[in-house]
């Protein structure tokens, strides 16, 4: 199966800040649409887990535009600019490449 | 809108079987997958398996034959049924539609606690 990594457990970051959660697979996950079958989620508590980002690189519809998705290949990150209280959370990425579809161990953004 | 609720038993005892049914509305599950997801704490977020708007089903295989997914199309509900429960089937059970391989909506969970 594939394993996504999410090394940081956690990062701490001040409001206004950017900061950028890695995610790293252990193949490829281009498929030969040309698409990348990378998504992102956030978890905060008492809400719902909130799609932001498909593809790799596309937005949700209503994903602030200061969520940004990048990367190819193995390597991907979701940016975050200017955070936001309420961007403090838990972030996860997912692949749907391959069966089984197989989930990052989670970044925990949390305020400095 | 699109919105999905699961509900569940809560408190399961080892060896039984969970039983977990999905309720939406906005969307027609004819028209999309549905995936079902379990958050841990012994393995973090997991997927289990989905049924597809057709209604043929996939599972993970590290649930092995434990597992099964149905749907009534008629009352827009899902349902996830896993057999012999352990305690490490705790966890936090999640369904989330698929839109084209990313869960673009997702339940709140429902909590289910395996012990005696």
């Known amino acids: 199966q594939i394993t996504l990594t999410q090394q940081a457990e956690s990062l701490w970051v001040s409001p206004g800040e950017k900061v950028s959660i890695t995610c790293r697979a252990s193949?490829?996950?281009?498929?030969?649409?040309?698409?990348?079958?990378l998504s992102w989620y956030q978890q905060r508590p008492g809400q719902t887990t909130k799609a932001l980002i498909y593809?790799?690189?596309i937005r949700t519809d209503g994903v602030p535009t200061r969520f940004i998705g990048s990367g190819s290949g193995t390597e991907f990150t979701l940016s975050i600019e200017d955070v936001q209280p309420e961007d403090i959370a838990l972030y996860y990425c997912?692949?749907?490449?391959?069966?089984?579809?197989?989930f990052g161990a989670g970044t925990k953004l949390e305020l400095k | 809108q699109v919105q999905l609720k699961e509900t569940g038993p809560g408190l399961v005892q080892p060896t039984q079987t969970l039983s977990i049914t999905c309720t939406v509305s906005?969307?027609?599950?004819?028209?999309?997958?549905m995936q079902w997801v379990r958050q841990t704490p012994g393995k973090g977020l997991e997927w289990m398996g989905f049924?597809?708007?057709?209604?043929?089903?996939e599972y993970n295989s590290e649930f092995k034959s434990r597992l099964s997914i149905s749907r009534d199309t008629s009352k827009n509900q899902v349902f996830l049924k896993m057999n012999s429960l352990k305690t490490e089937d705790t966890g936090v059970y999640y369904c989330?539609?698929?839109?084209?391989?990313?869960?673009?909506?997702w339940g709140p969970g429902t909590m289910v606690t395996v012990s005696s």
């Open positions: 997912l692949q749907t490449l391959k069966k089984p579809y197989t």
């Open positions: 989330a539609r698929d839109n084209n391989w990313y869960f673009d909506f």
């Open positions: 193949q490829s996950l281009l498929y030969t649409d040309g698409k990348h079958y």
């Open positions: 593809h790799a690189s």
């Open positions: 049924i597809r708007s057709g209604g043929s089903t």
């Open positions: 906005g969307f027609s599950l004819t028209s999309y997958y």
